[in-house]
């Protein structure tokens, strides 16, 4: 993982931020990634979701990983 300077202490790890959804019937990865403005495949790897698989279920709830 990346790491930052802060404060002067070098090691400081970067942890990602994520927002919570939970799946409605309808949604589609493709469909949150444009709303949320993030890449399919880092929704995809959030949620250990197999490259080769889209599926996901109402009521699921996901790691929508946050824009900085």
Same mark, same amino acid.
């Given at each position: 993982?990346?790491?930052?300077?802060?404060?002067?202490?070098?090691?400081?790890?970067?942890?990602?931020?994520?927002?919570?959804?939970?799946?409605?019937?309808?949604?589609?990865?493709?469909?949150? &990634?444009?709303?949320?403005?993030?890449?399919? @495949? $880092? #929704? +995809?790897? &959030?949620?250990?979701?197999?490259?080769?698989? @889209? $599926? #996901? +279920?109402?009521?699921?709830?996901?790691?929508?990983?946050? @824009?900085?």
């Amino acid at each position: 993982g990346g790491e930052i300077e802060l404060n002067g202490l070098p090691g400081t790890p970067v942890l990602p931020t994520y927002r919570r959804h939970t799946v409605k019937r309808g949604d589609t990865l493709g469909k949150l &990634a444009r709303r949320y403005r993030v890449p399919v @495949s $880092r #929704i +995809r790897e &959030a949620n250990d979701i197999p490259a080769n698989s @889209s $599926r #996901i +279920r109402a009521g699921q709830k996901l790691k929508i990983p946050v @824009s900085e």
